[in-house]
């Protein structure tokens, strides 16, 4: 196969997924969009509302009307669509809790919906993770759990219910970044399971994505010696092509998680990067996280196409990716053109919430009666410990905010790891508090703060936002997730209106 050296450019702009900046698509990239590109990606910067989004992904398909738009939306703590307000449905982790696969299929069918209404076709979810090691500092609640064939069960069910929405999903983080001690946006995180220890925790969930027809998969930055001893998943053609394509014979797009990261970029540098990713069997290089101007996309794209002409890059390789992407992006046309869409109201998604209400779990220790239901105002201490960069820093979280809503006269302190937690039960004398920890297990300065003030108040009610490993205090509250509607169904529950 053989193409002129001057549709190289376009052949090479055809395999990113860049981001930009603004709620509004730049002229670059509109210009782009008539010379070969053929994704975009969404970031929370770029979202306001559904009425928003939905007129900038009609500026984009004016443009290109098979433009793949793509967005990050787990759900859950990882939201871009509502990342204003906070998900109105729960994440991986409360669905898992739940274990009702029928429901998983029902609420990302409601969120395909939603997604396929404002325009977008793909959507970098679900996370196939097995959350097999409680210190995962980047998993955690994004995960459906920590047994793979839960997780299995429920990447199946979310593909198919996404997909019927109208979305393509893509399950990530391909082989498998559950058993990690180090978040691949800032090193390589090492995975030191045997072959068989991998078929038998990290794989299955992939294998289910693909029986249901997943669309896409994305690559992990891992580096995983059983596959592959010298190179991460993402730049690995004995993972990409010889495990994923060839021995569990996925058909679809192959996209790269994003090519900034540190555990690629600083080793190979963006454009190596792209360049190896590509040779080893990738289709789309997923690039705007840190880097969203037009300077990137060049940088990317003459990288590329130099690869080429130096024999670096198989030409072959290149035109067998962008076809990849224009499979892809004629089969989300068809989806938008088959499904109906609908999008969510005011207060989000019925669905939801009332899968958020069926993932809280309340255990109440013996002993003196629970201070349950709250009827008059308390003090809530919320421990905000670092967010990693796949949930980021813009979506509210907490229970202190609804809590206030229906208790007049609450009061609230947050407390983070390099600010002391002193007297925090003196503001709660006479009145119930309540203590709101993400990942108790995880945070050292946290647990021992949340130790003391039991101590001092043991009537104390726990409320854990992130993954219950740890299950301390008289009374304590798991939702399986920080989203803003778990945080409504455990203020129901401790209040007891609903």
């Not at 898992?96 to 429901?103: E, K, N, Q, V, Y």
């Not at 210190?135 to 994004?142: D, E, F, Q, S």
């Not at 669309?215 to 891992?222: E, I, R």
């Not at 190979?268 to 690039?287: E, K, P, S």
């Amino acid at each position: 196969m053989s193409t002129s050296t001057g549709n190289l450019p376009s052949l090479a702009a055809a395999v990113l997924q860049p981001g930009f900046v603004g709620t509004t698509p730049p002229p670059w990239v509109c210009r782009w969009l008539g010379e070969g590109l053929t994704s975009v990606v969404l970031f929370a910067r770029n979202v306001t509302g559904h009425d928003q989004v939905t007129r900038l992904t009609a500026m984009l398909r004016a443009e290109r009307p098979d433009v793949l738009v793509a967005i990050d939306e787990e759900a859950g703590d990882v939201t871009r669509l509502e990342s204003v307000r906070g998900s109105s449905r729960p994440g991986n982790l409360a669905l898992g809790a739940i274990d009702d696969p029928a429901l998983t299929e029902e609420v990302a069918h409601d969120l395909g919906r939603e997604l396929a209404a404002a325009g977008i076709t793909l959507n970098y979810a679900p996370d196939a993770d097995v959350n097999s090691n409680p210190a995962n500092p980047v998993i955690g609640v994004r995960a459906f759990g920590a047994d793979p064939q839960l997780v299995a069960r429920h990447t199946a069910a979310w593909v198919r219910g996404l997909q019927r929405g109208g979305v393509a999903a893509c399950a990530k983080h391909f082989p498998g970044h559950g058993d990690t001690h180090v978040d691949s946006h800032l090193d390589v995180p090492r995975i030191g399971a045997s072959r068989a220890a991998l078929d038998a925790c990290e794989l299955p969930p992939f294998r289910a994505a693909i029986d249901a027809g997943v669309q896409a998969v994305m690559s992990g930055h891992l580096l995983v010696p059983a596959l592959d001893p010298d190179l991460p998943a993402t730049l690995s053609r004995r993972i990409l092509t010889g495990l994923l394509r060839t021995e569990m014979g996925f058909p679809g797009a192959v996209i790269t998680d994003g090519i900034e990261m540190r555990a690629v970029a600083d080793r190979y540098g963006l454009g190596g990067a792209a360049v190896r990713a590509l040779a080893a069997g990738a289709d789309a290089i997923c690039v705007g996280g840190g880097y969203a101007d037009e300077a990137t996309a060049t940088l990317l794209r003459d990288a590329i196409v130099a690869a080429v002409i130096n024999g670096e890059l198989a030409e072959e390789r290149l035109v067998e990716a962008a076809k990849r992407v224009s499979q892809l992006a004629a089969w989300t046309v068809a989806a938008r053109a088959d499904r109906s869409t609908a999008a969510a109201g005011p207060d989000g998604s019925p669905v939801g919430l009332a899968a958020a209400r069926r993932a809280v779990r309340l255990t109440v220790a013996p002993g003196p009666d629970a201070p349950l239901p709250l009827t008059g105002p308390v003090h809530v201490v919320e421990f905000e410990p670092a967010r990693n960069i796949a949930i980021g820093p813009e979506t509210p979280w907490g229970v202190a905010a609804p809590l206030a809503d229906l208790l007049p006269g609450t009061t609230t302190v947050r407390v983070g790891p390099d600010a002391p937690a002193t007297d925090l039960c003196g503001p709660a004398a006479g009145r119930p508090l309540i203590l709101v920890v993400r990942d108790l297990h995880r945070h050292a300065w946290m647990r021992a703060a949340v130790d003391a003030a039991l101590a001092d108040r043991p009537d104390a009610v726990v409320v854990e936002l992130g993954v219950p490993a740890t299950v301390t205090g008289q009374v304590h509250l798991a939702t399986y997730g920080a989203s803003r509607v778990g945080a409504r169904a455990a203020v129901e529950v401790l209040t007891g209106a609903r």
